[in-house]
């Protein structure tokens, strides 16, 4: 199978639902911030955490496929795919609230940069923001499902306070 199929060349891109679109169409900006998100998380993974954070994030990774999926399919289209539900907003608040108990509270700015893991944390946070920033504009040119906002605005609050884990 070949890697290369040439019909990007001419900055067009498929989406997963069939049709074309230019490769600076927002759609394409999100989900592919999205996979750079995923791919900093697998940066993260790597590094020596605590196995129930690894775990949590093989499940956020997960999550993130679905959501790039779900952006990939322009509305109106037939296709199924698994969504964003509430449970998956109400798992990353418990994992904030678990790792918030034992954090010192907030009473200035903090800077990134204490070590890696702290570093690579608020990169995640970061590029997720900015992924938000990129679905938030897609949402003025057509309805999305809301909880997609949700998910990526609590997941920068969970790289937040997992940043302040490992300072």
């Given at each position: ?136 504009k897609l949402s003025e040119e057509e309805k999305i499902n809301p909880l997609l906002l949700k998910y990526l605005n609590r ?13």
């Amino acid at each position: 199978m070949l890697i290369y199929t040439k019909t990007g060349d001419s900055g067009y891109t498929s989406l997963f639902s069939g049709g074309r679109v230019l490769k600076s169409d927002i759609r394409i900006s999100a989900y592919g911030t999205i996979d750079e998100l995923s791919s900093f998380i697998g940066l993260l993974r790597c590094n020596e955490i605590p196995q129930r954070d690894k775990n949590m994030l093989i499940s956020i990774q997960k999550e993130l496929i679905n959501i790039s999926s779900e952006l990939a399919v322009k509305k109106g289209n037939k296709f199924v795919i698994d969504k964003i539900l509430e449970n998956k907003i109400r798992k990353l608040e418990k994992e904030i609230d678990f790792i918030n108990i034992d954090l010192q509270p907030l009473k200035e700015f903090i800077l990134s940069g204490s070590n890696k893991i702290n570093s690579i944390c608020h990169i995640c946070r970061t590029v997720c923001r900015r992924a938000e920033r990129f679905v938030v504009k897609l949402s003025e040119e057509e309805k999305i499902n809301p909880l997609l906002l949700k998910y990526l605005n609590r997941l920068s609050d969970y790289f937040f306070v997992l940043a302040r884990q490992f300072a």
